[in-house]
């Protein structure tokens, strides 16, 4: 279908449908639809891009090419091999992997592991180096090995579907996930670059989720380029405007890009996640899309900590959960400020597993230091944690594991 053709199917349709019956577009004009579509071609990666992230490369050749992340069929992506030069005091960081695709093991790699580790780059711990992982920290410390199966850029949903797929294979009795703030939102997102755009490391598609929030709807869907092969559809123009110009996402960004927080728009948003307009509190137009997307966004979240609970009840697990926060909201949280996920710490409070907010270890711990908050974060904060940031998450985290463990760990026995 040539663009001039799909241009005008999208124009003339009065409605796309999805989920139950939900109207994703209504009444879209010519000139709107026409800035989607010059917005998705903007974002479309380049060949060099697409061979590099779907090339099957030894570790060696990854090491030399340094991207660190390379294509998965229903994960979206996983890690390679590499070095980067993003470390504390300019210095270059060192990425390996075990076969399983876990994080390299340092700290009693060749003994039986009980604990698993899953979540995002705050996992996986982007800019350290293999050894300066909070898992390693810990493991040297409890004198048994913790395995690291954070992947940067990963939702919380994708951080589900790993559990499954390695549990399925490698399965542990402890199970840790790490929820960082950005990847409710990832929930959501199709094709990561509509959200953040074309420089994002991992901005492929992903599996996801589309949300109801008030019919409470949560649908699965499946990552939409499942080969490696497919991945080449990107750079196909009609196939990405066929695909993405009725997502949700693409809505709500190009609203944001264009300043456009009209009621109509608004209204429009609201039916597309099913957050009612009621339910919109905050005082200014822009924040009251923000927070429909935040709702949407933790409604999601609360649907997948639900799937998880019930995996690791059926296969008779244990589960600990730990919220971690970039600078910015960790930065909120010490001056007191509204925390934008309450809605979803309230929910976790009666859980019967522990559940561990880090915002609170780092309020203790600025309430007890001498300097500024600025020179507080800068010590743990480098975009990501500093090995100091991580050996503070460790520290952090150490009573609450050993807690947690049954036979304690060889130290604490």
């Known amino acids: 279908m040539d663009r001039r053709h799909m241009l005008g199917r999208l124009v003339c349709s009065t409605s796309a449908v999805w989920l139950n019956g939900s109207r994703l577009l209504c009444g879209a004009d010519e000139r709107r639809m026409s800035v989607a579509l010059a917005y998705l071609r903007s974002i479309m990666p380049t060949p060099e891009r697409v061979a590099q992230f779907t090339e099957t490369m030894s570790a060696e050749e990854s090491r030399r090419r340094?991207?660190?992340w390379t294509y998965h069929e229903s994960l979206g992506w996983v890690h390679c091999s590499a070095v980067h030069s993003n470390g504390v005091d300019g210095s270059r960081t060192f990425y390996d992997y075990e076969i399983d695709g876990a994080?390299?093991?340092?700290?009693?790699?060749n003994s039986s592991c009980r604990i698993h580790c899953y979540g995002d780059s705050f996992t996986h711990c982007d800019q350290v180096?293999?050894?300066?992982t909070w898992e390693e920290y810990l493991a040297a410390h409890l004198q048994e090995p913790i395995r690291n199966y954070g992947v940067g850029g990963y939702s919380?949903?994708?951080a589900y579907r790993r559990i499954l797929e390695v549990e399925e294979q490698h399965s542990a009795e402890y199970i840790v996930l790490n929820i960082y703030d950005d990847d409710h939102y990832r929930n959501l997102d199709a094709w990561r670059s509509i959200r953040v755009g074309a420089n994002s490391q991992c901005g492929f598609t992903l599996p996801h989720l589309r949300v109801n929030v008030e019919q409470d709807q949560c649908e699965e869907r499946e990552n939409s380029l499942n080969t490696r092969e497919s991945v080449r559809q990107l750079l196909d123009e009609d196939f990405v405007y066929q695909t993405f110009a009725d997502d949700p996402i693409l809505n709500l960004t190009l609203a944001n890009r264009a300043g456009d927080f009209s009621r109509e728009s608004i209204s429009s948003l609201s039916q597309i996640f099913g957050v009612p307009e009621t339910k919109l509190n905050a005082?200014?137009?822009?924040?009251?899309?923000?927070?429909l997307h935040t709702e949407a966004a933790l409604f999601a979240t609360r649907k997948i900590v639900g799937w998880t609970e019930e995996f690791i009840k059926k296969q008779n697990k244990k589960l600990l959960l730990i919220l971690t926060f970039g600078e910015g909201n960790m930065a909120s949280a010490l001056a007191g400020h509204t925390r934008f996920d309450s809605s979803f710490t309230d929910w976790l409070r009666d859980k019967p597993y522990p559940v561990i907010d880090m915002r609170d270890a780092f309020q203790a711990a600025y309430q007890e230091s001498n300097t500024d908050m600025s020179t507080f974060l800068k010590r743990y904060y480098n975009g990501h944690h500093t090995p100091a940031g991580n050996f503070f998450f460790a520290w952090s985290l150490k009573d609450h594991i050993i807690d947690w463990l049954n036979p304690k760990p060889n130290p604490y026995r």
């Open 66 to 68: 340094s991207n660190g």
């Open 103 to 109: 994080r390299q093991a340092i700290h009693s790699a």
């Open 129 to 132: 180096s293999d050894g300066e």
């Open 156 to 158: 919380v949903y994708q």
């Open 283 to 291: 005082e200014h137009p822009e924040a009251q899309i923000r927070q």
